[in-house]
């Protein structure tokens, strides 16, 4: 086994290499002591359901119903501030307006905005969205990473330089540092994208500025295009996978992240940081670039006009773990807290087959829409006639930015960017209603050893 060190120089060590193959060893736990000793792992219950650790007012999730212990199937709901998201989209599309910026407004002040207010806070916004003098060259250019994730993480913790109050906790100055951060992670996104092209792709620089006068979504579609142009429709889509995305509860695994660092009293930025390394994680935010690689893997295996059951025989083989990626999954089906349906992935459904129409690509689309039908077919087949299961936002979002021509390295970095308002939601009201640290107990399983002295050991 070769090592490689810093700087790509590799260095054997055999010393070292013994040390990693006993470090699994070391490491092991058996999985019926964490029954013995009731752990509730990943926080949650046996049925998989969360375990209770706190209170919101930002953000529900509503999946299903409980009958005498019994998880009940229900159509899902996800609430912002109370306010049911699919009439919040509704009542956005319905004006033809763009609805990001007064659902982030939404989520951070408990209300919808009026005409005054959202024209204020919009203009607000926009001066906040261009970086500081010299940023872009000395933190940007210079050091391209060729992960926009880990870059924009980077951004956001060299943001805490150009701040007078950085470590300043009131409310006050946390609203004002999470307003910038809404404002400008677009922008942080979208130059890191450009520089990653430049560097590593070895593709032109195109560099150009936020515009006061476009919409998050518009501006997005402007900064990381070579030409900056985009459709309407474009625009639509993307800014509502914004709003889909803005929040999703508190016990997902970036807001979480944000909660525990968060209560330790530290600053904005790194509290934003780690949840932007949350969201990196695949088991997180990474769901709907496989969704798009195990559909290209279906559609390479059942080729042009397949039957129904062609498709329910590759399913099939799927889930029994004989085929893609061997794990048994169908990515973009199920969710832990929806069952019967995904309000998010309803409402990009129907914006996914207009944008299909609009595209020219209708038929990618109704293989999306087949194969999710299908899946729930092949599921009652092999979990049993009453297993209620449902497409959740992943499965659609794919195929969507795909069509918008979105990069998948860009996927994740568009759900910080749309995430990064319900990150300093929570965080705000986390300063004014619970401020105490995070402390779980973790028990001690070793025993005990007695101290060896050095010329016995």
Known sequence: MCINGFGGVAVSYRRLEQLIENLAQENYIDNELYKLYNVKRGLRDE????????????SEVHGYLVDEGEKIPDEG??????????DLVRGFQHDNRYGYEETSYLLLFGKLPNHEELNW???????????????IEDYILKNPSINIMNALQRSVLTLY??????????????????????????????????????????????????????????????????????SKKEAEILDLSLVLHADHGGGNNSSFTNYVISSS????????????????GPKHGGANQKVLEMMEFIADEIGDNPSDEEIKNILRRIIKKEAFDKSGLIYGMGHAVYTSSDPRATLFK???????????????????????????????????????????????????YTMLDIPQELF???????????????????????????????KGIKGRIKYTDMKER
């Open 47 to 58: 049925h998989g359901k969360g375990v209770l650790v706190g209170l919101t007012k930002i």
């Open 77 to 86: 709901k996800l609430l912002y501030r109370g306010i049911n998201l699919t």
């Open 121 to 135: 806070y919009n203009a607000y916004m926009n001066d906040r969205r261009v970086l500081v003098k010299g940023f």
């Open 161 to 230: 330089v150009f701040d007078e109050n950085p470590d300043e906790v009131t409310l006050g100055n946390v609203l004002i540092q999470s307003l910038d951060l809404i404002a400008k992670a677009p922008t942080l996104m979208a130059y890191a994208y450009q520089s990653k092209k430049h560097c590593y792709d070895k593709e032109n620089l195109h560099i150009y500025a936020p515009k006061s006068e476009y919409s998050t979504a518009e501006n997005i579609l402007y900064m990381i295009r070579e030409n900056g142009t985009f």
């Open 265 to 280: 009293g530290t600053d904005t930025y790194s509290a934003t940081a780690a949840a932007i390394g949350s969201l990196k």
């Open 350 to 400: 129907e914006k996914a087959y207009e944008l299909a129409e609009e595209k020219g690509v209708i038929e990618a689309y109704e293989l999306f829409s087949r194969i999710e039908e299908l899946s729930k077919e092949i599921f009652k087949e092999v979990k049993g006639p009453n297993f209620v299961i449902c497409a959740n936002v992943d499965f659609y979002s794919g195929l969507v």
């Open 412 to 442: 994740t970095p568009l759900f910080a960017v749309a995430r990064m308002a319900g990150w300093c939601a929570h965080r705000l009201e986390q300063i004014v209603s619970d401020n105490k640290i995070v402390r779980p107990a973790y």
